[in-house]
Structure formats: C-alpha cells, structure tokens
C-alpha cells in the first residue's frame, strides 16, 4: 500500500513537472514566433521620426506630368523602391508612402497593358493596400462634387495643406545612406 501511494505521489510530481516544462516551453515558442511576426510585418507603430514636419500648400489638378504612359516620371516616387533597412539584422521595410506611390505606378503600369499581358496578382495586393490605407487616413477635407453637366461648376483645382513628402525623402535618403554604409 505505501509503495502504491509513493507511485502515485511521483506519477503526480513528474506529471506537474511535465505540464510546467510544456507551458514554458509553449511560451518560449510563441515569443519567438510573435518576434519573427514583428520583424516581418513591421513592428507596431514603427515609423520613422521625421519630427513635426512643416505644412505645405499642394494645388490638386490633373498632374500632365503624371500620366499613363511616362514611367520615368514615376519612378523617382519610390527611390530604391522606398527600402529602408533597420536594426542590427539590416531588416528591410518599406515607407509606407513609398509603398502606396509605388502601388500607384503598379496599377498605372498594369493599366498600359492588354488584358492578356496584366499580372492580377501585384494588382490585387496594390488595389486591396491603397483601399486600406486610404480608409485608414480617413481624410476628411471636403472636395467639391462636379455634376457630370458641369453646371455650377467647382473650382478647378482646389489648395490642400499637407504635410511636407520632402522631409519623408530626406529622412528616406539618410537611412538608405547609413545602410549602405
């Protein structure tokens, strides 16, 4: 009976040991997945500092410079395709400015081509991410409405206060210099 009993006590203990040894170990793995997850997707809030970057007057209009057909005037947009690479490792990431300018070029692109030499793919992503990112600014200038009879008609090209994009090129060119260094 007191061998039985001392069983039971060391079944008990070695079952306790195992559960604790599981549970750390769980643990341990799902720190290191969810640093990998933050690494790979941009940990939250991660920006770059570009202070209080001053306001600018931007003139909306139909930009002739950026048409359809004049890639060159796109790709300064997203110098090295906006990568800017941190930390210790050098992880790459994308400024999300740059991201969306070069999501813009990816639908222009897309749009110059027929239909049977379009890749859906890059598209879908870049359609789905600008969706987001604009639903996720939430800007709420109001644009004056032009009715397709054009009466009453709105002013042409209305001033926006924005912030200023050259501080974003600035502070993207610096990171680009010291990770190359």
Same mark, same amino acid.
């Given at each position: 009976m007191l061998a039985k009993?001392?069983? #039971?006590?060391?079944?008990? +203990?070695?079952? !306790?040991? %195992?559960? +604790? %040894?599981?549970?750390i170990v769980k643990i341990a793995a799902y720190a290191v997945i969810q640093q990998k997850l933050d690494l790979n997707r941009g940990a939250p809030g991660l920006s770059l500092n570009t202070g209080d970057a001053e306001e600018v007057l931007l003139e909306l209009d139909s930009w002739t410079r950026y048409t359809l057909f004049s890639p060159q005037q796109w790709q300064p947009? %997203? =110098? $090295? /395709? /906006?990568? +800017?690479?941190?930390? =210790? #490792?050098? #992880?790459?990431?994308?400024v999300a400015m740059m991201h969306q300018l070069?999501?813009? &070029? !990816?639908? *222009?692109? #897309?749009?110059?081509?027929?239909?049977?030499? *379009?890749?859906? $793919?890059?598209? *879908?992503?870049c359609m789905n991410y600008l969706r987001q990112t604009v639903q996720?600014?939430? &800007?709420?200038?109001m644009d004056g409405y032009q009715y397709p009879h054009k009466v009453n008609p709105v002013h042409p090209h209305p001033i926006r206060r924005c912030k200023d994009w050259r501080v974003v090129y600035d502070k993207v060119a610096e990171y680009q210099r010291l990770g190359s260094a």
């Open positions: 009993r001392a069983f #039971q006590r060391y079944f008990v +203990v070695v079952a !306790v040991a %195992f559960l +604790v %040894f599981n549970a947009l %997203f =110098p $090295e /395709g /906006g990568i +800017v690479h941190l930390g =210790p #490792q050098g #992880q790459p990431f994308t070069r999501c813009l &070029d !990816v639908v *222009r692109d #897309q749009l110059t081509r027929t239909k049977a030499e *379009r890749d859906e $793919e890059p598209t *879908r992503h996720c600014r939430g &800007d709420l200038h």
